[in-house]
């Protein structure tokens, strides 16, 4: 939901020779049409684009409409609408090209994104917004720039200037004014009474209420810092839109957000604080000060509100800085949850009631609510993004016994799982047989509620579990959150052959779910049938109802019985003895398989009228009516239980299935309450100065496990199930926008939208959908002069050609080298549509070894040379969310000459150095990298895990001459204390070769263009052989940490870190590690400046080695990130 930055590449001709880890848009594979309309480039999933057609008719006329609002000339955008994920996001980028992304997963209700009514629409308007801001530029010099250079994505000092001068100004305005305004927009905009935009959502307003409550509104300086997240990384959404709110309400009579919008865009980059001085007579830094104080001043008023009634104290059971899910009880009274804390993969946890935690052994990246059965059956969704970013979720039961099963079916979200076992009966074990309701994403954006049956299949050698197919319960709105109402279990007197007394009425699978529409939400519970063929009651069983007994101490000596299937059955056998308030259930033997089968007619189950579901139903059950004296629970029909605005959220049945509970935030703050049905009463069970987004009973009723908030973060608590402790009700609290400030001061007036979309939905009749050719969708996007016309470096220019989702890249280069200005160039293409990537490049470089020309004279001098290659290269690579790994193979073919204008100083003199390779080598190349160091909020560099690359490549030389070389470079970072960000690295380079040897083909200490870069401090090559070994320790520690942002600036200084290291390593010919090699080492320290511009972390630093062999020289360091 931002601007898309690419980030300032160190190799943007380096990648497109590895030309293997994609950088498309999309997912490898997923195919895409072309929908245009007047103003949109839409690209679209191929399989779902008739469906979309309606989504791309109304995003044109939302285009429009902005666009005259903001006064701007809309030209053709590229609008890519994925469904490769499980979860909903979207970007904006205008370089090097203008395209916004809306991916068409919803997001869910405990999400600051949600709404229940249409993600597209709310996430199309916020990335249009970014999207007009950014792509005008009213100064005409930059504008002539980029029409001469294009927008330019650097990737060296020069093309970063290029682009300084030619990129629209705004896209260098601080994130906080970026994201502020995107809000701004989706909430003005918003057509919801009720899902009205994050500047009118409870979770923003909580927020900013508890950093009120802990004194932590940001300083005006600090109001725009992005390095922070709530508990980690989202300050620059939640205060940009405090500011937008608040210039809405203070000053939107004299200047709207596009007019202040439009100021911004005649700034100079990076000036961003004078902006509205034009307009207004003052400066931001000024108008964000008195925003804060109103916007503390707000809250401080809605605080008093809520403590008009007792605050409800929950102590909180998990660590702070840390989100958790709905949690679920497990059978020793434990809590089981998604965790994700700052320090580590988001995981499961359990926690007992002193807040112990422990790992429960499974990750949860979709962070995804837990529920459970009393036998301690868990079930969750997750998808496996560690390794694989495109992985799809799927729901996992964890059994009694720790087993796990994964359900075959895909994009499964909120599940709930119930036993369909008889609890008794004699033909199988509760646990083979279950019922499974999930949210089911489809490709067209929407979602479903559906329900799939389980049951264990016996073999000879070992059991099985089979699964239903998915089966879709008619719904209205958009359902949520799906959970079954409890059955007691069913208890039996004494069983005879295939008679069981039971002591009350078995029940219906009643599942209840959430509902959203414009209006709100809703609440809904239904009987769902069982699928015989997935039931304890097999199918060669039928049931019936034995009208119960008037006299409790009449023993009859054979069952009076009223058949409800078939009357020809045998009677039941006799009974001797029976317990009082009994009813008797009789399980039918089976029919021989040859006889007519009689259709089943529909029963009654305490009022439920059971019918075949797609005529894959039977029904499960069928018993007379039985007066228990209890209210009817069965539901038999849609039962709408409570309505109200806003989100409605994790439902929960009690144990006994008497009490609904759940929470909602239509007072302007999320809390729990508890609905019963019989009486329609509906109880505030807390009153919270943060928010409620869970509350689940404990089996036996005593306590209430709850998810709330504080300032810092989600947590899990328990609470008693005491009514007598409960508020009954919660206090009210305006959500207003704009802020409550000068004419809009009063928090309960009706302001009207000052802009609003028309109710125009377009004409999706009207368009039509065309294949995408991505190689037809090339065009040119920028070229710059640069320091890095080839990989090995090179003054000239380049230029970059792609299609609109990157899947083609098409790079350029010209220039001359930097030793002796030889002509150097590339030309190269890379595709990344599909899950094996393909590359095919030509380059002509010049390379330099400094000083391995050894000469008569006893002088030294370099070797350079002139290589022409071209390569042909297959690969893939995965980005999950913690490893990362590249596989790539290539085949080539490269000419090596010497520079005459070089070798001229040492011609006529006899050398003693290895003979420079001269001819045409032709090589195959293997490689593999993988990581799984990742970046915490407090990280300066990757941490907290193992990188490594090796390399395995065959050379021939021509004839019988040939040589094979591996080399692999690793690093681990022990973080012992990641908080305080210290950190232990531990690096290594091996090098083995074999056959042949040049000048060129050696592993080297020193140097530029070694693959070693250890020990550091050796500027020049020290030693060439066929072996290498290197090392390094190293400890690095923050001496300095003010994370503090350079007022309205997007620069933010981090920290300072201090690195303190011990490298060495050595080459030999004989062996690894060979006598016949000698060891270099170095000691020193570095200091890095860790910066953040936006999102981008930059770590410059300067430092000293000190060489302790060779000259032992004392050697200066400069870098921008760390070595090892």
Avoid at 135 to 161: A, E, H, Q
Avoid at 589 to 618: C, K, W, Y
Avoid at 729 to 736: C, E, G, R
Avoid at 829 to 857: F, K, L, N
Wanted: proline share 7%; glycine share 8%.
């Amino acid at each position: 939901m931002r601007p898309l930055r690419l980030p300032l590449v160190t190799g943007l001709l380096a990648l497109s020779l590895t030309a293997v880890a994609s950088d498309a848009f999309i997912a490898p594979g997923v195919r895409l049409a072309v929908i245009n309309t007047p103003h949109l480039h839409a690209l679209v999933p191929a399989h779902a684009a008739e469906a979309l057609k309606a989504k791309i008719a109304r995003a044109e006329v939302i285009y429009a409409a902005m666009a005259k609002d903001a006064g701007y000339t809309p030209r053709k955008l590229v609008l890519l609408v994925t469904d490769d994920l499980d979860t909903h996001n979207g970007f904006s980028t205008t370089v090097p090209f203008p395209i916004i992304n809306v991916q068409l997963a919803p997001s869910l209700q405990p999400s600051f994104i949600f709404t229940g009514d249409d993600e597209f629409e709310r996430t199309l308007v916020h990335e249009l917004a970014h999207h007009i801001s950014n792509d005008f530029d009213p100064n005409t010099v930059r504008r002539t720039m980029s029409n001469i250079f294009g927008r330019v994505l650097p990737f060296d000092y020069l093309s970063l200037l290029v682009s300084y001068l030619s990129v629209p100004s705004h896209v260098t305005m601080p994130s906080f004014w970026h994201e502020g305004t995107a809000q701004w927009a989706e909430t003005e905009y918003a057509t919801s009474p009720v899902w009205g935009g994050r500047g009118r959502d409870s979770m923003t307003h909580m927020v900013w209420r508890m950093d009120a409550l802990a004194g932590k509104i940001p300083e005006v300086g600090d109001w725009r810092l992005s390095f922070q997240e709530w508990p980690f990384g989202s300050n620059s959404y939640l205060y940009g839109v405090a500011y937008t709110r608040w210039l809405a309400g203070n000053v939107g009579q004299r200047a709207s957000m596009w007019q202040l919008i439009e100021r911004q865009q005649h700034r100079w980059p990076f000036a961003f604080n004078g902006g509205p001085q034009k307009l207004l007579g003052t400066d931001h830094l000024s108008l964000i000060d008195t925003a804060r104080r109103d916007l503390l001043a707000e809250q401080q008023r809605n605080i008093a509100t809520l403590k008009s009634k007792p605050i409800t104290v929950a102590k909180r059971l998990t660590p702070v800085e840390s989100t958790v899910g709905a949690p679920a009880w497990t059978k020793d009274g434990e809590l089981f949850a998604a965790w994700n804390g700052p320090y580590g993969d988001p995981r499961f946890i359990t926690v007992d009631a002193t807040g112990d935690n422990d790992n429960a052994g499974y990750r949860s990246w979709m962070m995804s609510p837990a529920r459970s059965l009393s036998d301690g059956t868990l079930v969750f969704s997750d998808a496996d993004v560690t390794t694989d970013p495109w992985n799809r979720s799927r729901v996992s039961i964890v059994w009694p016994d720790g087993d796990r099963t994964r359900v075959p079916y895909e994009r499964l979200l909120q599940p709930d799982v119930c036993s369909t076992g008889s609890s008794g009966m004699s033909f199988v074990d509760d646990d083979e047989a279950h019922q499974i309701a999930a949210i089911h994403l489809k490709p067209d954006g929407t979602h479903e509620l559906v329900v799939c049956n389980t049951a264990i299949e016996w073999g000879l050698l070992w059991n099985s579990r089979r699964f239903s197919p998915l089966s879709t319960v008619s719904t209205e709105g958009r359902p949520w959150s799906p959970v079954f109402m409890p059955q007691p279990p069913y208890r039996r007197s004494r069983q005879f052959g295939s008679v069981i007394e039971l002591t009350e009425p078995m029940n219906p699978h009643v599942l209840t779910w959430v509902e959203t529409d414009a209006a709100g939400s809703r609440l809904v519970a239904q009987a769902i049938p069982v699928d015989r063929k997935f039931s304890s009651i097999r199918n060669n069983v039928e049931i019936r109802q034995l009208k119960p007994r008037d006299d409790a101490a009449h023993l009859p000596t054979q069952y009076d019985h009223k058949p409800a299937i078939d009357p020809g059955l045998p009677p039941a056998p006799p009974k001797t003895e029976t317990t009082d308030d009994s009813f008797q259930v009789v399980l039918a033997p089976a029919r021989n398989s040859e006889e007519e089968q009689v259709p089943p007619a529909p029963a009654t189950v305490d009022g439920l009228f059971i019918d075949s579901l797609g005529n894959q139903f039977v029904p499960v059950l069928a018993l007379d009516k039985v007066d228990s004296g209890k209210p009817d629970r069965s539901f038999p029909a849609r039962t709408v239980l409570v309505q109200l605005p806003g989100r409605i959220l994790h439902p929960t049945w009690s144990a006994d299935g008497k009490y609904l509970y759940f929470c909602a935030d239509h007072t302007g703050v999320a809390n729990a309450y508890r609905f019963d049905p019989d009486t329609k009463e509906l109880l505030a069970i807390t009153n919270t100065l943060g928010g409620v987004l869970a509350c689940v009973p404990s089996p036996d009723g005593k306590e209430l496990a709850i998810v709330d908030h504080d300032d810092k973060g989600s947590f899990l608590a328990r609470i008693p199930n005491d009514p007598a402790t409960w508020p009954g009700t919660a206090p009210k609290i305006s959500l207003t926008w704009p802020a409550p400030v000068g004419k809009n001061a009063n928090p309960d007036a009706k302001v009207e939208a000052r802009f609003t979309l028309p109710e125009d939905r377009g004409d999706p009749a009207a368009l039509t959908v065309e294949p995408y050719r991505g190689l037809l969708e090339i065009r040119p996007l920028f070229w710059t002069p640069t320091l890095a016309a080839v990989p090995e470096g090179g003054l000239g220019i380049a230029g970059l050609m792609a299609d609109p989702v990157f899947t083609h890249l098409l790079i350029g280069s010209a220039g001359i080298g930097l030793a002796e200005a030889s002509p150097v160039g590339l030309a190269s293409w890379a595709y990344g549509g599909w899950p094996i990537d393909i590359g095919i490049v030509g380059w002509q470089a010049e390379r330099s070894y400094d000083e391995q020309i050894v000469a008569s004279d006893g002088n030294l001098y370099d070797y350079v040379e002139v290589r022409r290659s071209a390569e042909f290269r297959l690969g893939h690579g995965l980005t999950g969310l913690r490893r990362r790994f590249q596989l790539y193979a290539a085949a080539g073919i490269a000419e090596y000459d010497t520079v005459d204008s070089a070798a001229e100083e040492y011609d006529g003199l006899a050398t003693f150095n290895l003979t420079p390779f001269t001819k045409v080598e032709q090589y195959t190349e293997f490689t593999l990298a993988y990581s799984d160091a990742t970046v915490f909020p407090t990280s300066y560099t990757l941490e907290d895990g193992t990188s490594f690359a090796v390399s395995y490549r065959h050379s021939g030389y021509g004839g019988d001459l040939k040589q094979d070389r591996v080399i692999g470079l690793g690093t681990y970072v022990l973080s012992f204390w990641p908080r305080f960000g210290q950190q232990l690295v531990f690096g290594g380079a091996l090098g083995w070769t074999e056959g042949d040897e040049f000048l060129q083909n050696q592993f080297s200490v020193g140097g530029t263009y070694g693959l070693n870069q250890l020990p550091r401090g050796y500027g020049t090559t020290e030693a060439l052989g066929q072996y290498l070994v290197g090392g390094s320790v190293a400890y690095r520690t923050p001496v300095w940490r003010p994370f503090w942002g350079h007022s309205t600036t997007p620069f933010v200084d981090r920290q300072t870190v201090l690195e303190l290291f011990f490298d060495a390593a050595k080459v030999s010919n004989e062996e690894l590690d060979g006598d016949d090699g000698e060891w270099f080492r170095s000691v020193g320290a570095n200091i890095h400046m860790n910066w953040m511009v936006w999102e981008l972390m930059l770590s410059p630093g300067i430092g000293v080695a000190q060489q302790l062999d060779g000259d032992e020289a004392t050697r200066v360091l400069f870098g921008f990130d760390f070595i090892w």
